[in-house]
T-cell receptor, first 112, second 113 residues
Framework: QKEVEQNSGPLSVPEGAIASLNCTYSDRGSQSFFWYRQYSGKSPELIMSIYSNGDKEDGRFTAQLNKASQYVSLLIRDSQPSDSATYLCAVKKEGGGNKLTFGTGTQLKVEL | DAGITQSPRHKVTETGTPVTLRCHQTENHRYMYWYRQDPGHGLRLIHYSYGVKDTDKGEVSDGYSVSRSKTEDFLLTLESATSSQTSVYFC????????????FGQGTRLTVV
């Protein structure tokens, strides 16, 4: 079992819709959770971080964390073609040497 | 943008030759990391450093070595490059702490022929 799992996609949504990206993790010692966006040929850039159970909103983005079920999700409201990218979920474990473990990413396509 | 510079940005090398990639930061962050990214595998940690001369292995460290003689520089060396090391290599930096994110460099595309 991989430490961090994501559906590779592609996930296709129409412009203006809500895109829902999911991530599960296996280690209950995980303490911090991050969503990165990566455009083709570019480096990952941080878009959201979440540390406590519940929702965290930032503009059109909402991160949701459920530690009991070991999943974290990212909602993108009013999806735009510019949101088309690969979204990487990353997890940091307590006492894990400050290292991030990444999922393989979900490719999102926002269609006109 | 975080002050992280990777060099070179692109490199083609022959099998069996040594290769060194450089990561330079201007943020004075304690932690530095080397990841490789391959289709279907995502980002995988090769080695990381938690201070000058302090390094540790990641999940795919075989065939790689690292050195950090100054806070700002973290070098990744492929001792004898193989075709399986063809990849995109990313350097990242981070402050210490559970709630600290990592910032990535632009990446180095390495091709071993």
């Amino acid at each position: 079992q991989k430490e961090v799992e994501q559906n590779s996609g592609p996930l296709s949504v129409p412009e203006g819709a809500i895109a829902s990206l999911n991530c599960t993790y296996s280690d209950r010692g995980s303490q911090s959770f991050f969503w990165y966006r990566q455009y083709s040929g570019k480096s990952p850039e941080l878009i959201m971080s979440i540390y406590s159970n519940g929702d965290k909103e930032d503009g059109r983005f909402t991160a949701q964390l459920n530690k009991a079920s070991q999943y974290v999700s990212l909602l993108i409201r009013d999806s735009q073609p510019s949101d088309s990218a690969t979204y990487l979920c990353a997890v940091k474990k307590e006492g894990g040497g400050n290292k991030l473990t990444f999922g393989t990413g979900t490719q999102l396509k926002v269609e006109l | 943008d975080a002050g992280i510079t990777q060099s070179p940005r692109h490199k083609v090398t022959e099998t069996g030759t040594p290769v060194t990639l450089r990561c330079h930061q201007t943020e004075n962050h304690r932690y530095m990391y080397w990841y490789r990214q391959d289709p279907g595998h995502g980002l995988r940690l090769i080695h990381y450093s938690y201070g000058v001369k302090d390094t540790d292995k990641g999940e795919v460290s075989d065939g790689y070595s690292v050195s950090r003689s100054k806070t700002e520089d973290f070098l990744l060396t492929l001792e004898s490059a193989t075709s399986s090391q063809t990849s995109v290599y990313f350097c990242a930096i981070s402050e210490q702490g559970g709630n600290t994110e990592a910032f990535f460099g632009q990446g180095t595309r390495l091709t071993v022929v």
